[in-house]
């Protein structure tokens, strides 16, 4: 079963990009003009504001167009609230 102690987690393509690119952490932090704590939670999973995102794929040398391939809808692999914990009918 998934651990639910944080529904802002997501899976996202920062860290496998950004090793790619032979940049660390601080690098990539300076480059997208964020905080370095910021890119180590969001390499984590943690959610963040449209604004970091763009400054982050930017950085990256993206367009924000490609936003969906690094960081992934929440609707694509979060199951609802419904499939996470299903109701049942009490007659």
Same mark, same amino acid.
């Not at 932090?29 to 370095?36: D, S």
């Given at each position: 079963?998934?651990?639910?102690?944080? %529904?802002?987690?997501?899976?996202?393509?920062? #860290?496998?990009?950004?090793?790619?690119?032979?940049?660390?952490?601080?690098?990539? @932090?300076? %480059?997208?003009?964020?905080?370095? #704590?910021? =890119?180590?939670?969001?390499?984590?999973?943690?959610?963040?504001?449209?604004?970091?995102? #763009?400054? =982050?794929?930017?950085?990256?040398?993206?367009?924000?167009?490609?936003?969906?391939?690094?960081?992934?809808? @929440?609707?694509?692999?979060?199951?609802?609230? @419904?499939? @996470?914990?299903?109701?049942?009918? =009490?007659?």
């Amino acid at each position: 079963m998934e651990n639910n102690r944080s %529904k802002s987690i997501r899976k996202n393509r920062v #860290r496998e990009l950004r090793e790619n690119r032979l940049m660390t952490q601080a690098q990539l @932090a300076r %480059k997208a003009k964020v905080a370095l #704590r910021t =890119i180590h939670s969001v390499e984590k999973g943690m959610n963040c504001r449209m604004d970091t995102k #763009r400054k =982050i794929l930017l950085a990256l040398g993206l367009r924000f167009e490609d936003k969906d391939q690094v960081f992934p809808p @929440a609707h694509a692999h979060e199951p609802t609230s @419904a499939e @996470a914990s299903p109701q049942h009918s =009490i007659n």
